[in-house]
Nanobody, 116 residues
Framework: VQLQASGGGLVQAGGSLRLSCAAS??????YAWFRQAPGKERKFVVG???????SYDDSVKGRFTISRDNVKNTVYLQMKSLKPEDTAIYSC?????????????WGQGTLVTVSS
């Protein structure tokens, strides 16, 4: 099982990026994106269930949108109106159970840098 995240990069404040996380080897019920800013702990950003139900951290509501393609086993994170405080390593996570806060599988991070 492998989760491959991509799409990070350098963007100016107010700009947009789309992250992707492709899962190989298994279909997952839940996906989530977490981020870890320099010198800080990893934090939950957004999660999505099989049917598309989602939950967002307050800091990204209205700016980030998570979606999934169950045929491609891929989850996306569309990020708009990016702020310097969004700068972090973004990691995707996945789990086969339909509910809960634990994620068994993790991908490598992709760095998002937002310049002011």
């Amino acid at each position: 099982v492998q989760l491959q995240a991509s799409g990070g990069g350098l963007v100016q404040a107010g700009g947009s990026l789309r992250l992707s996380c492709a899962a190989s080897g298994r279909t997952f019920s839940r996906y989530a994106w977490f981020r870890q800013a320099p010198g800080k702990e990893r934090k939950f950003v957004v999660g999505i269930g099989w049917s598309g139900d989602s939950s967002y951290d307050d800091s990204v509501k209205g700016r980030f949108t998570i979606s999934r393609d169950n045929v491609k086993n891929t989850v996306y994170l569309q990020m708009k109106s990016l702020k310097p405080e969004d700068t972090a390593i973004y990691s995707c996570a996945a789990d086969q159970t339909p509910w809960g806060s634990h994620f068994e599988f993790w991908g490598q991070g992709t760095l998002v840098t937002v310049s002011s």
